[in-house]
C-alpha cells in the first residue's frame, strides 16, 4: 500500500539533514580516498554503487561499449581502453510516476593531481577542518570539490527523505559516469542505454549558482617533426620542441581574435574572455644529447553554443597551415593536427522552463533570495541531455575552491545548503510517498 502525503516541512527537512552531516562526510571521504583518475575508476564506482545499493536503488556497473557510441551525436574520439572503467548506476522506481522522474548525475572521474608535493596534505587522504578562518568547514581532496562533494549532496537529500519515512513517488536514477573531464563518453553512453528521464540535474561545484550556459570544448593535438642530429650539428638540425613555439604562438593569435569584442555572442558579452585555449602537455624528443625530433603539443580550446566542432577544426587546420607556411622548415614539413578527447558542443539551458523554475523555487525557498545565473565558460555533462535528447538539464552545486589544482576543496557547509534546497526540489519534482520497504 501506499499513501500519499505533503512535502515534509523545512523545519524537519532541516533537522533531518543536519543528522546526516557526519554520514555525508564519512560517505564524500571515503569516495576522495578511492581516487579515480581516467583508468582508474572501478575501486570508486563499486563504491559508490554501494551507497547507491543502501539508499535503496538498484545499483549497476556498466562496461562501456565503444563500438555502440561511436556513431552517436556528441562521441569523442579517444586512443585508450574502456576495459574494467565501468560506469556505476541506480534505479529507484516506485512503479509509478505521481510526480515527474529525474535523473541525479555527477561524474566520478578526477583529474591528476600532480604535483602532489605542493599539496599540504596528500590529495587522496582527505582531510577535514572545521571553521577554517572564513568560519566554514572544508573537506580538502583531489575530487571533493570537482565533484564527488556535488554528488554526496544527491545521496545527502535521497538519505534524509529516507530518515523522515519517504521515498520519491516517480522514478529517479543516480549515475556516476566516469571520463567528463576528456570526453564526456560515460554520459553518452549512459543516454544510449535509455536512461532517460524528465530532467537531469549536475551538482558540478559552481557555488550555488544556476547553469544556464556553457562553452563547447575541444582537444587537438599538433604534431610536428623536426630533424634530428647530433649535438655537434645542432646547427644542421631542427629541434620539433622549439618549433612547436611558431605553433603555439599563431593559436595564442587565434583565440585572441575569438576573443575580441566583436566576435563574442550577445549571450556572453558579459563574459570576460569567454573562449579560452589551454596548452596542456609537451610532449617531444627523447634523449637530452640530440636534437629533438618529434614534437607532439596537446590543447584546449573552448568555442560558442551554436558553433560547430567541424568549423572550429578547420579554423585550427588553416591557423596551423598558415603559420607553418611562413616558415622555412615547416612550409616543407607541416605539422599535422590530430583529435583525441574532447568533441564538445556548447549548450543553452531554459531557465525558465519549468525545472528551471522549480529549482530556482526550491533555492529561494530556503535562501530568500533568487540564485545566481551562471554562464560558464567550461563544458559539462548536461550537453548530452540539453542537446541529443531533449532532456531540460541544468548544474546546481556546491562552493569548491582550486578544483583541478593544488589544495582543491568544498565546502561542507555549502553542500549541506545544497542537500536541502536538492530535498525540496526532488520532493516537488518527483513527488513523495511514505517509504514501502523496510
Ligand atoms: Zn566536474
Known sequence: MT?????????ALAQAIAQRRPWAIDTLSWWVRYGSVLGEEATAQEY??????DLGFDARLEPIDIDAIKDLPGFSPVDWSYDGRPNAVGVFDPGENKGRSLILNGHVDVVSPEPSSLWSSPPFDPRVVENEEDGETWMYG???GDMKGGSTCFLWALAALRDLGFEPASKVIVQSPIEEECTGNGALALCANGYTADAALIPEPFNETILRRQVGVLWFQVRILGKTMHVLGTGRGVNAIEKSWVVIQALRRLEEEINAPENIPADFAHVAHPINLNVGVIDGGDWASTVAGECVTRFRLGLFPGEKVEDLKARI??????????????????PTVEYVGFQAEGCDFDIESDFGRMLRAAHC???????????ATCT??????????????TCYGPKAVNIHGVDEKVSI???????????TFIAQWCGLRERTET
Open 3 to 11: 499513501t500519499d502525503c505533503q512535502t515534509p516541512d523545512r523545519q
Open 48 to 53: 559508490i554503487a554501494g551507497v547507491y545499493e
Open 142 to 144: 583531489r575530487g571533493a
Open 317 to 334: 587546420e588553416k591557423c596551423v597551415a598558415d603559420a607553418a607556411a611562413a616558415d622555412p622548415w615547416l612550409k616543407d614539413f607541416p
Open 365 to 375: 525557498e530556503w535562501r530568500g533570495g533568487e540564485p545566481t545565473i551562471l554562464d
Open 380 to 393: 559539462t555533462d548536461v550537453r548530452f541531455f540539453n542537446l541529443y535528447h531533449g532532456i531540460p538539464s
Open 413 to 423: 557547509d555549502s553542500m549541506q545548503r545544497v542537500a536541502e534546497v536538492m530535498a
